[in-house]
C-alpha cells in the first residue's frame, strides 16, 4: 500500500513536469495535451494485454507502466514536432502539415514500436522459472504499446486538429 501511495505521488509529479517541459518546448498551453493523451490509451493496451494473458497487475507492471507511458509520449512527441515542422514548411496549411506528418512519421513509429514488442515477446512467452517475475512487465509494454501505437497516429493528429478548430473559433470571437 505505501509503494502504491507512493507511485501515485510520484506518478502525479511526473505528469505535471512532463506538461511543464512540453508546455517550454511547444511554447503552447495546448499542444502537450495533444502529446499526453496518449498515456491513458496506453494504460488500457497494458490492462487488457494482462486480462488477455490472465495475468494480475502487480508492483512490476505498475513499474513498467512508467516506462510505457515514457515510449508513448516519446511517439506523440516526434509525431507532434514533425507536424509542426511541416506547418512551418507548408506556410500555415494546417490539414496538409498533419496528414503529412502523420504519412511521415508512420512508418518510423511503427518500426521502433514492432522491434519493441517483437523483443519483449519473446520474454513474455518464456517459461523459465527466472523469467516468470518480468512476463508482467514484458506483457505491460507489449500491449500497452501495440495499442498506443495504432491509436498516437490516428489521435495525436484528431487531437492537435480540435485545438487548431478551437483556436480558430476563438480568434474569430476575440476579432467580432
Known amino acids: 500500500g505505501e509503494a502504491f501511495a507512493d507511485m501515485s505521488t510520484g506518478g502525479t509529479l511526473a505528469l505535471i513536469c512532463i506538461y511543464v517541459i512540453l508546455a517550454w518546448v511547444f511554447s503552447s498551453w495546448s499542444r502537450p495535451f495533444a502529446v499526453m493523451i496518449m498515456i491513458p490509451f496506453g494504460l488500457i493496451g497494458a490492462v487488457v494485454g494482462h486480462f488477455v494473458m490472465g495475468l494480475q497487475m ?3 507492471s505498475l513499474f513498467a507502466l512508467i516506462a510505457l507511458s515514457g515510449i508513448v509520449v516519446n511517439n506523440s512527441i516526434i509525431l507532434v ?3 509542426d515542422r ?3 514548411e507548408l506556410g500555415g496549411a494546417f490539414e496538409e502539415a498533419v496528414i503529412s506528418g502523420a504519412v511521415d512519421r508512420l512508418r518510423p513509429v511503427l518500426l521502433t514500436s514492432m522491434t519493441t514488442i517483437g523483443g519483449l515477446s519473446t520474454l513474455m512467452f518464456e517459461t523459465s522459472l527466472q523469467a516468470q517475475f518480468l512476463i508482467p512487465m ?3 509494454i507489449v500491449f500497452g ?3 498506443g501505437t495504432v491509436l498516437v497516429l490516428m489521435i495525436v493528429p484528431s487531437v ?3 485545438i487548431e478548430r478551437n483556436r480558430n473559433r ?3 470571437a476575440r476579432s467580432e
Do not use: D, H, P, V
Open 58 to 60: 502487480n508492483i512490476l
Open 81 to 83: 514536432a514533425t507536424i
Open 86 to 88: 511541416r506547418l512551418e
Open 138 to 140: 514484458a506483457t505491460t
Open 145 to 147: 504499446l501495440a495499442y
Open 160 to 162: 492537435l486538429s480540435l
Open 170 to 172: 476563438t480568434s474569430a
